[in-house]
Structure formats: structure tokens, C-alpha cells
């Protein structure tokens, strides 16, 4: 679909063509349209500064061939004339205000005509084509699988998801990712940490290891593989007891993880090894790109990558420890080649926690290194988020001993009140997630008022039915395409209703351009307070001859805001429940 913004764009270039071949404006270097929603109602619909924008340049062309100057109001004028003169059936008025706007009234017929459209798309409805279906990647969550995934983790996967839906919903081919960190020393006191657990179940006095894990869930595993194994582990030597319930304890947290994240709607397309960057040689071979290309260097012992040689960087990093043991840049240097150069992803996003934000700039140097546009490459922080119960907050380590996973908070207060709540802040602001908030059955709470209303709309549709069929009136064509006439559509309860409808798209492809889906819940929100008025303002179901036309094209109104709520729903991952 195209957005009105376009449209108005498009009859706006247009028209100044127009006026230029009439001699009304003169050739000169056009500033860039942009259209915006005016401030007050009674401004129309939308509204372009353009004559503002463009005065300067056109009164240079103008003095230079001795002619006198134009006031934006006058240029505003000429290009709203030209616009009527096109008699285009989006609009019904297109008027000239100071100082310098045309200001848009969008036709009623058009209006109620995307009523029909909304519900003729259904689930597509909204779907843009910014991104030319290329190939894009969200990797998000991506998690230490040393454990169950802790709240702490919740937003990440909440908002790597959602973004990838509206990246999805404009155009791009996304790829959903889960990078395994499954390299590296941490992984292997994990595995010691399982081995100490696991002894400790048997009777043997192991402690686990200096910078292990003191997690609960660890003894419970222990406990469940001495039942499983016996003293299977105990007889082997201390290394190779490690390596294999590495292994195991590695894939007990992914299974954990996956029905974790199920329970929460998310799920992703590939699991990625880091391990498997270094069992490929993908890591010798950048590393040879770089040291080819001069961008890598001892000193102290380690190897070192020539980060400062890009904008944006200060220092050097390492990526070889003196050690031998690849760093964490290492790994995501080769990760990074692997992404765009092998699978050859048009853009990645990466979603990460704002403590790493001082990463961004190395990253981007290493997307140059390898000759990449760094712009590629967005990485998208989020801030930590704040669990309280009862008054006081919730420490989430996942090396300590007592813990708040997130399948504890999905237990307590259900995964569409997780998402909807953990997307109502932008994600690089710190927020609290209130637990008695999320279950409350009232319009305080926003999940609630936002899902009851699909329910109500629902709950209509079924009641229509039933008070038609007891009429004997045409159940089958109630909300049939060609069975209402919607230009009775009037009401401003109605016709507000309708407009928010329509601006789904914009919010869409404003979260898809910002990386920012808290857009979603606002509109959410805004939406059902818009049907709420409506439903409070007019009366939809009347099987009362002289009121039944009408009857019929409220219901389908309903029926479009209906989907309307529904696609926002399943944007952010959530449910759209027909009762409540």
C-alpha cells in the first residue's frame, strides 16, 4: 500500500511542476516535501511547510531576472490552486493559511472507502514496501546459555521480536537469530559448575568453582542427572567429566530457553554457534583479512586489532588474549564477516544491553575493515528494566543463588501482559514492570483496556448476529463488502475512529525507521480509547428498519477497527482475545 503522506507528496511535486510551466513559480533547486499533521482539527488532515522551505530559492531566481519577491503565503497559494486544479479524489479541500501552509482535507468518500480496504487486507493490512524484500537479520536475546532465561533478558527478547515483525511488515525478509555463546572459558565453568552440583547430589563434597554458577536450578540438575547417570561423570578424569556436562549443561539451558521463549511467542529461525566460527576456520580467516590489510598488531603479548585507524575510536583493542584465547571481538569479528559477507544480509540488527554501548564504534570500525558500510549495521540498546514486588526491587543474577526467571513472571501475570508492558517505554529508557499493574482487570491497566476492546468489538458482532437472525434479517450478508452503504458514516465519533484506523501505517513505518516499536503500544492504547468513545457516542447494532442501513455500516466500521486492533496485537507478538 502507499501512505497518504506519499500521495500528498506526489500531488504536491506535481503541482509545483505546474506552476512552473504556467509561470507562476520559477525553475530552482526544489527543497524536499515533507507533510505533517497539523496541530488542530480545524486544519485539515495534513499540512506541507513547503512554501516556507522554498520562499528563499524561489526569490533568488526571481530578483536575478528582476522580478519582485513572493511571499510564502503567495506560494502556498499558487501550489493549492494547482492541487484543486488536479481534482484529485483523496481530497475534498485544499486550502492556503499563513503564513505559508496548504493545509489537506482528506474526502469523505475516500475515507469510508478504506473501510472496505482495511477488511478486503485483513491481516495484511498496513503491510509497506520500504524494504524491497531484502534480506535482513534481527539477532537478539542471545543470551549466556549458562541457565533458565532471568526477567532481566525479558525486554530484549521482547523488543527483538516486535522490531523484527515491523521490519517484516515493511518489506524486509527477516531472519530471526539466537547467537549461542558457546565458546570460551565461561562455558566450561558452567560445565564445572554442573559437575560440582552433580557430585554434591551423589555425596561427594565438590565445590563449585571459583566465578561459577551458585544457581538453585544447577543442584536441581544435578540432582536430575545422579538418577539419570549414576557415577557415570565421577569415574571419568576432571576434564573430560567437564567437557561432557558442558555438552549436556549446554543443551538443558537451550532446551529451557526455547520452551521459554515459546511460552512468549518468540522463536527464531537459527540457533548460531560461536563455536562453530573457530571449527570452520571462518575466525583464521578474517584474520588473515586483517592482518593482509595491516589492522592487526602485537604488543604485550596479544593481538591486537588497529581499531583507532577508524572514526569514532580512540583506542586499540585486543582480540587475541596473551593466552592464546580469542576475545569476545574475535568472535563477533568473524560472526559479523559471516553475517554479511557469506549469507550476505542487505542490513543486521543487533539488539544489545546499554552497558555495551561503548562497543558500537569498534563494531562499526571492523564493518569497515572488511570494506562494509558500517550504516548497515544497526545496533539497537536497550536499558535494563526494573522488576518490583511488593515495594522493592528484584536482583536478577543469574549467578546467584535465587533468581526471577522470566517463565516466573509469564506464570504470574501471562505473556501478552509480559510484551505489552515491557514495550511501553522506548527501549534505551529504564523502566519498572509492575506486577500487580499487569493483572489488574481494569482500564488502569493498558493490556487489559487494550484487548477488552477487540472483546467488546467481538461481543458485537456475535450480539448483530443474534438480534438479526431473531429479526429474520440477512445474518449471512451482515457484514458482507457490498451490503452497506458507508457513506452514512458522519458522526465525528465515527469519522475519529476511522482516522485513527488509518494512521497504523505511519506508526508502522515510523518503528521500522527508528527501531522503535513502543510506537505500538501508544497507538494501541489511542486506538482503543478512540472505539471506546465510539461505542459510548453511537449505537452500533439496531434492527429497526429506518435505522438499519446505518446499523449495517457501523458494523462493519467496527468490524475494520476490529483487524485494525488485531494487527496491532500481533505486531508486538500478543493475542486478540474475542472474550474476556
Not at 185 to 195: C, E, P
Not at 253 to 261: E, F, Q, T, V
Not at 492 to 515: D, G, H, N, T
Not at 560 to 580: F, I, K, N, Y
Request: overall charge negative; glycine content about 6%; hydrophobic content about 45%.
Amino acid at each position: 500500500m502507499k501512505l497518504v503522506a506519499e500521495q500528498l507528496k506526489g500531488l504536491i511535486h506535481a503541482a509545483v511542476l505546474a506552476a512552473q510551466r504556467a509561470g507562476e513559480l520559477p525553475l530552482f533547486a526544489m527543497p524536499e516535501i515533507t507533510v505533517e499533521r497539523p496541530k488542530r482539527a480545524d486544519q485539515g488532515d495534513w499540512a506541507t511547510p513547503w512554501a516556507l522551505s522554498a520562499v528563499r530559492a524561489v526569490n533568488e531566481v526571481r530578483l536575478a531576472t528582476g522580478q519582485p519577491k513572493l511571499a510564502p503565503l503567495q506560494i502556498a497559494q499558487a501550489i493549492a490552486n494547482q492541487i484543486v486544479s488536479q481534482a484529485s479524489p483523496l481530497l475534498a479541500h485544499v486550502t492556503a493559511a499563513p503564513p505559508g501552509f496548504v493545509n489537506f482535507t482528506l474526502a469523505h468518500a475516500w475515507l469510508v472507502s478504506q473501510i472496505t480496504a482495511i477488511r478486503a487486507a485483513g491481516e495484511a493490512w498496513a503491510t509497506l514496501d520500504v524494504g524491497g524484500h531484502q534480506p535482513l537479520q534481527v539477532e537478539f536475546v542471545s543470551a549466556n546459555p549458562t541457565g533458565p532465561i532471568h526477567f532481566g533478558t525479558a525486554r530484549n527478547a521482547v523488543y527483538g521480536d516486535t522490531l523484527a515483525n515491523v521490519l517484516q511488515a515493511v518489506g524486509y525478509t527477516v531472519q530471526r537469530e539466537f547467537y549461542v555463546n558457546d565458546a570460551g572459558s565461561q562455558i566450561r565453568k558452567f560445565g564445572a559448575s554442573l559437575l560440582a552440583r552433580y557430585a554434591q547430589a551423589l555425596g561427594e563434597p565438590m565445590e563449585v568453582p571459583e566465578g561459577g554458577y551458585q544457581g538453585n536450578y544447577l543442584a536441581d540438575w544435578g540432582r536430575d542427572l545422579a538418577q539419570r547417570y549414576g557415577r557415570t561423570y565421577l569415574e571419568m578424569s576432571g576434564d573430560e567429566a567437564v567437557t561432557a556436562l558442558t555438552d549436556i549443561a549446554l543443551n538443558m539451558a537451550l532446551d529451557l530457553a526455547r520452551s521459554d521463549l515459546a511460552r512468549l511467542n518468540v522463536h527464531f529461525d537459527r540457533w548460531f554457534s560461536e563455536k562453530s566460527l573457530y571449527d570452520d576456520n571462518t575466525f583464521t580467516l578474517i584474520y588473515r583479512i586483517l592482518e593482509d590489510a595491516g589492522l592487526l598488531f602485537e604488543r604485550d603479548g596479544a593481538i591486537w586489532f588497529a581499531a583507532s585507524q577508524f572514526p569514532g575510536n580512540e583506542k586499540d583493542e585486543v582480540v587475541v588474549r596473551r593466552s592464546g584465547e580469542p576475545t569476545y571481538l574475535a568472535s563477533d569479528m568473524a560472526y559479523h564477516y559471516d553475517k554479511f559477507v557469506r549469507r550476505g544480509f542487505a542490513r543486521v540488527v543487533d539488539v544489545w544491553a546499554i552497558d555495551h554501548q561503548g562497543h558500537v564504534p569498534r563494531m562499526h570500525a571492523v564493518m569497515a575493515a572488511f570494506g562494509l558500510d558500517p550504516k548497515r549495521l544497526d545496533i539497537a540498546l536497550y536499558a535494563l528494566v526494573k522488576l518490583k514486588r511488593g515495594g522493592e526491587e528484584v536482583k536478577l543474577s543469574k549467578r546467584a543463588g535465587d533468581i526471577v526467571t522470566m517463565a516466573d513472571v509469564i506464570d504470574e501475570v501471562g505473556a501478552d501482559a509480559v510484551r505489552f508492558m515491557l514495550l511501553t517505554r522506548a527501549a534505551e529508557s529504564e523502566m519498572e514492570f509492575d506486577l500487580q499493574l499487569a493483572t489488574e482487570q481494569n482500564n488502569e491497566n493498558p493490556v487489559f483496556y487494550v484487548q477488552y476492546a477487540h472483546a467488546r468489538i467481538s461481543s458485537i458482532v456475535r450480539h448483530a448476529r443474534d438480534k438479526f437472525a431473531a429479526a429474520a434479517l440477512d445474518v449471512d450478508g451482515l457484514l458482507a463488502a457490498d451490503g452497506a452503504d458507508l457513506v452514512l458514516l458522519h458522526h465525528p465519533a465515527e469519522m475519529a475512529l476511522l482516522r485513527k484506523m488509518l494512521e497504523l501505517p505511519e506508526v508502522i513505518l515510523l518503528a521500522a525507521q527508528f527501531l522503535a516499536p513502543h510506537h505500538l503500544t501508544h497507538y494501541a492504547q489511542e486506538l482503543a480509547s478512540a472505539f471506546h468513545a465510539f461505542y459510548r457516542d453511537c449505537r452500533v447494532v439496531d434492527t429497526d428498519p429506518a435505522q438499519l442501513p446505518l446499523s449495517r455500516a457501523r458494523l462493519q466500521l467496527v468490524d475494520a477497527c476490529r483487524l485494525t486492533l488485531a494487527r496491532t496485537l500481533h505486531l508486538m507478538g500478543m493475542s486478540a482475545p474475542e472474550q474476556m
